[in-house]
Every structure is written in structure tokens, then in C-alpha cells.
């Protein structure tokens, strides 16, 4: 059974920077997609961000030229880099594994909570 732990979140006044970790108990070359999604109350989980196993990236329109996706497969670790933090981006956000493209593994979620 895949796992997959993150860590990293907290809370903030906007403006400020986090850096999320999500660490995966197999190697990277099993999960070709890693993704953070989150989900603000009352609202549907979305996505953030997502990497591919070689590299390439994709983000939500809400969060480009502020969050940054990367990967370190030596660690088999995912990391998200926010920065210039709005109370919009208050809260728990999901560290997600795909096999393919849709995730087949998820993480128990870190509370990131933005002060305005």
C-alpha cells in the first residue's frame, strides 16, 4: 500500500511563504503524476498543481506566478513552494499519487491557513 505524508503547513499573514512536503513510501518511478489539490470549507477539492515523473507541470489559474510544484525522485518527495499567500488559499491541502493521470493515492492532508 502506497502512503504518502505531507507536512509543512501552518499558519500565515498574507503575503507570506510556505513550503509544503509530501514524501511517497515507494519510489517515484511507480507514480508518474504527483499533484497537491485543496479544499477550502464548503467548497469542492480542487487542484493546485501537478507534476509528471519527468517534469512537466500544471497550475491552477489561481495560484500561477505565486506556487511552485517541484519533485525530487532521489527522495521520492513532491514539494509546493508557496508564496505571496492570500486568505483565499486557507486550506487543507491533499498531496496526491497517480499511476497514470487520475491520482490513485492520497495523503491525510496539512491545514495551511492564510491571516489577513
Known amino acids: 500500500q502506497v502512503q504518502l505524508v505531507e507536512s509543512g503547513g501552518g499558519l500565515v499573514q498574507a503575503g507570506g511563504s510556505l513550503r509544503l512536503s509530501c514524501a511517497a513510501s515507494?519510489?517515484?518511478?511507480?507514480?508518474?503524476?504527483m499533484s497537491w489539490y485543496r479544499q477550502a470549507p464548503g467548497k469542492q477539492r480542487e487542484l493546485v498543481a501537478s507534476?509528471?515523473?519527468?517534469?512537466?507541470?500544471n497550475y491552477a489559474d489561481a495560484v500561477k506566478g505565486r506556487f511552485t510544484i517541484s519533485r525530487d525522485n532521489t527522495k521520492n518527495t513532491v514539494y509546493l513552494q508557496m508564496n505571496s499567500l492570500k486568505p483565499d488559499d486557507t486550506a487543507v491541502y491533499y498531496c496526491?499519487?497517480?499511476?497514470?493521470?487520475?491520482?490513485?493515492?492520497w495523503g491525510q492532508g496539512t491545514q495551511v491557513t492564510v491571516s489577513s
Open positions: 496526491a499519487g497517480a499511476l497514470f493521470l487520475a491520482p490513485n493515492y
Open positions: 515507494v519510489s517515484s518511478s511507480v507514480i508518474n503524476v
Open positions: 507534476i509528471s515523473r519527468g517534469g512537466t507541470t
